[in-house]
């Protein structure tokens, strides 16, 4: 009889086979286990609490006054305009002629500008007569500066102080910027409403403008949320977070608004995963699928 194969090198593959089987056989409940586990519920779109700056601002509207206005005039009475050369809305320097009047013996004197800056009203007219006394020939906003005088509720004004920066958007032109020069002592006791005088300076303004200034009275930083993230309810303001897969309520307070954003001074903290646009629907403990604001674009 033919002699048998021997079988004992033949067997070496199995027993590693075998091994393999049995733990792939073992992982696969648990990986199940986890898989049933795993919360599940509605998609919400949700986004990492940032920090952010806020400033606070109150809000002044008011009319543009020339801050320093100089009356121009000649030095005699009895003089006679005989020729002009500057009219209002001129911007002149110190020094510079306006009109050149005729003394009565037949003499000639002429008239400067005292300052540098808009002239914003003229009566000179030739043939006129001028004098020391009267309506001035010209007037000269000086140095070309202006002030808003802003209105203030009376709340707010507190807050207001010297120096502080402001940005101001006047009536046909556009926005400029300005610093608080002075702040009136007293209030209108109807309105209840403070006067803040707000100094524009090398931009050129039309006299009686309205306008609204944002002035710049401190600035905060915190986590900041968006507005749609807050809700307000009968347990107070809160914002909806994102924790293990599960929805969780936070109870928070709010700072500052500005842009949409919304400081939240207590309740979150940096990086904490917020719900972008909370909703009633949205219960604690509920499974969700978060899905970040950047991906949802």
Do not use: H
């Amino acid at each position: 009889m033919p002699p048998f194969p021997a079988l004992g090198p033949s067997r070496n593959w199995l027993f590693p086979a075998l091994a393999t089987l049995l733990a792939l056989a073992s992982a696969t409940p648990a990986l199940a286990a986890d898989e049933s586990d795993a919360p599940k519920g509605a998609s919400v779109t949700v986004l990492k609490a940032a920090k952010a700056c806020f400033g606070d601002i109150v809000e002044a509207t008011g009319t543009v006054i020339a801050r320093e206005e100089t009356a121009v005039r000649p030095e005699r009475q009895g003089l006679k305009v005989s020729e002009i050369l500057a009219e209002a809305g001129d911007t002149v320097t110190a020094g510079q002629t306006l009109a050149r009047l005729t003394i009565p013996d037949g003499g000639q004197q002429v008239v400067q500008a005292p300052v540098a800056g808009l002239i914003s009203q003229s009566s000179a007219v030739i043939g006129a007569i001028a004098g020391g006394k009267g309506e001035p020939l010209f007037s000269i906003i000086a140095r070309n500066e202006f002030d808003l005088v802003g209105l203030v509720p009376t709340q707010s004004i507190a807050r207001v102080a010297v120096n502080q920066t402001a940005r101001i958007r006047i009536v046909g032109a556009g926005e400029v910027d300005g610093r608080v020069r002075r702040i009136a002592p007293t209030v209108e006791p109807n309105s209840q409403l403070g006067q803040v005088f707000i100094g524009i300076s090398g931009k050129r303004l039309l006299l009686n403008s309205s306008g609204r200034a944002m002035i710049k009275t401190g600035q905060s930083c915190n986590v900041a949320v968006p507005l749609t993230a807050i809700l307000y309810g009968s347990a107070g303001t809160v914002v909806q977070v994102v924790r293990r897969g599960r929805i969780e309520t936070r109870g928070v307070d709010v700072g500052l608004m500005s842009g949409g954003q919304v400081e939240i001074t207590r309740g979150l903290l940096e990086g904490d995963i917020v719900v972008a646009r909370a909703g009633a629907l949205l219960r604690e403990g509920d499974p969700v699928q978060a899905v970040t604001a950047s991906a949802e674009k």
